[in-house]
């Protein structure tokens, strides 16, 4: 099966570059490539190929043939994932060694399959109504997806079993390039095009892509255990949310009970797929003062039952432990940064228009009330906004 190969570890950035142009050249012109990924060598190929729906059969159990999306949003959108569980393990765990496996249905299957360009039986060849997606993390792998989508090619992608393996047998993965184009061409019918082989080396892990199968209804099964251990994706479904404000007594212990009662009602995007933990901090608090009394009036004029703990000082190790940090002004964020510049990416203003939400230390209970309310509105919004 092998046409041609180019060993990755002889190459310079420049050549590198230029080998990933000439693969991404020959998947044009339907062309298969070989390629070291994050896992075990795989194979690519345009959606359109004709040699697609056969491959697709001959893998059988041993691994679907997967679509690979530009970015994951391309893939929640096209497939049309709506639930908050499905969204947030493509976004947490691709690109990374999974394959999720999303069942959309007959007509959904026939729908992405037109957008690819490609035939429902290179996707779907059980007829499950499934299609499979997986982003690879490797360098060479992810550049030669990226230079396909540059020239609007969809690209499949399928992990390789080593040929010969006996019936029944325990599959044998192709850790090297040369076994990964004999498997190839065990797959397929004599007089298949060959493939281009990009070398990169022995495989490392040299574990396949954990398979994950996204249920319609929600929620996800382990099909089959690989890089990825069953606990660490659970884990990705558990989302903390950290609220700051400066001694942790009166608007950020507000925010946090005002945000835990809206999401043991349901009412946050992702319950109950996403499990959501709220805490709350100060940027100079002291430890351990209670929330002022009028804050705690304010929560239950709300109705809400003030169950809350003493004041904590904001540290590097809650901003690192947080999904999303919400600050109740500039000066607050700009203190999260401080301690941990990497978190701008996740860290906002509470009201989404950009203004502050004042300390009501030392007014009336009326001003605790208006900002409880208030903290109220821009919880409800930013907890609306919140997708896996």
Not at 92 to 108: H, N, S
Request: net charge negative; aromatic share 2%; with cysteine.
């Amino acid at each position: 099966m092998t046409g041609s190969a180019v060993n990755l570890r002889a190459l310079s950035a420049s050549d590198l570059e230029a080998a990933v142009r000439r693969a991404a050249d020959a998947l044009s012109q339907g062309t298969p490539v070989i390629v070291p990924t994050d896992t075990v060598y795989s194979v690519a190929l345009p959606a359109s190929s004709s040699i697609a729906p056969a491959l697709a059969r001959a893998l059988g159990r041993s691994g679907p043939l997967a679509w690979h999306p530009p970015t994951a949003d391309r893939a929640i959108d096209l497939l049309g994932l709506t639930r908050p569980a499905h969204r947030r393990l493509l976004r947490r765990l691709t690109p990374g060694p999974v394959i999720l496996a999303a069942a959309i249905g007959e007509d959904g299957v026939a729908a992405a399959a037109a957008a690819l360009g490609a035939e429902t039986a290179a996707l779907d060849p059980a007829g499950a109504g499934e299609v499979a997606v997986r982003r690879i993390r490797h360098d060479a792998a992810a550049a030669l997806a990226e230079r396909a989508g540059e020239m609007d090619l969809a690209l499949l992608i399928a992990e390789l079993p080593e040929a010969g393996a006996a019936e029944g047998a325990a599959v044998r993965w192709a850790l090297e390039a040369d076994a990964a184009a004999q498997a190839l061409g065990s797959l397929l019918s004599p007089g298949s095009a060959e493939a281009l082989v990009l070398d990169g080396g022995r495989a490392r892990p040299g574990k396949p892509a954990t398979i994950l199968g996204l249920r319609p209804e929600g929620g996800w099964t382990l099909r089959r255990p690989g890089a990825y251990e069953e606990r660490f994706v659970r884990k990705q479904l558990r989302r903390t949310i950290l609220f700051i404000c400066t001694g942790n007594t009166c608007r950020s212990p507000m925010a946090e009970a005002i945000a835990a009662d809206l999401i043991a009602k349901g009412r946050v995007s992702g319950a109950p797929d996403v499990e959501t933990t709220v805490i709350s901090a100060g940027a100079g608090a002291a430890t351990g003062v209670p929330p002022t009394p009028e804050a705690v009036t304010a929560l239950k004029e709300l109705g809400i039952n003030p169950n809350l703990r003493g004041s904590r000082q904001l540290t590097r190790q809650l901003i690192a432990e947080a999904d999303i940090i919400f600050t109740m002004s500039r000066s607050h964020l700009h203190a999260v940064l401080a301690l941990d510049p990497t978190a701008a990416d996740k860290t906002f203003l509470l009201d989404p228009e950009g203004g502050d939400v004042p300390d009501p230390i030392g007014y009336p209970q009326e001003v605790y009330t208006e900002t409880a309310e208030r903290i109220r509105d821009l919880v409800t919004a930013r907890l609306r906004e919140l997708d896996a």
